[in-house]
């Protein structure tokens, strides 16, 4: 989640955010949080209306907060507002993990059902091959006009 909108989650200026995370930044190692690449921030810029730098936009890169940065934020602001979004924050970050439970669980039973089926598909395909060469070895013929 990028700093200005968990600046806006929390009900604080994005100067404030960056702030205290500079001000703790013992509490938020890189996989908490980190700052985009010049290269992200202009695929963003050109994906979402930003005013560039010399007429009142961003003067520095954007910073991206995981999960666990978002809730190290909540808690080095302190504010009324940011504790209560980071409860909904840590909920929404939970059902998105037991949602992508889901789908692993899903795609598990999906790749168990094609293995199935393709093992029976083999074994009919080996039943009619025995049964075609038999009917070709077999001295019993069809009476004529019954085949």
């Known amino acids: 989640m990028l700093d200005s909108d968990l600046a806006r989650v929390y009900g604080v200026p994005t100067k404030r955010l960056s702030e205290q995370v500079r001000r703790n930044a013992k509490r938020f190692p890189d996989d908490f ?5 010049a290269e992200e921030a202009e695929n963003l810029k050109s994906q979402i209306a930003t005013s ?3 007429h009142g936009g961003r003067r520095k890169l ?5 999960e ?5 934020a909540a808690n080095v602001l302190s504010s009324r507002r940011a504790v209560e979004m980071s409860i909904h924050v840590i909920r929404a ?17 999906l790749a ?13 395909q080996m039943i009619l091959g025995a049964l075609r060469q038999l009917e070709e070895t077999s001295s019993w ?4 006009g019954r085949r």
Do not use: C, W
Request: glycine content about 8%; proline content about 4%.
């Open 52 to 54: 560039s730098s010399g």
């Open 141 to 144: 013929a069809y009476p004529e």
């Open 112 to 124: 168990a059902l094609e293995h199935n089926q393709q093992l029976h598909g083999e074994d009919i």
């Open 93 to 109: 970050f939970v059902t998105l993990r037991r949602e992508s439970g889901r789908y692993a669980e899903l795609a598990r039973k």
């Open 62 to 66: 954007p910073s991206a907060f995981t």
């Open 68 to 72: 666990h940065g978002a809730i190290m």
């Open 33 to 37: 949080v980190f700052q985009l690449t």
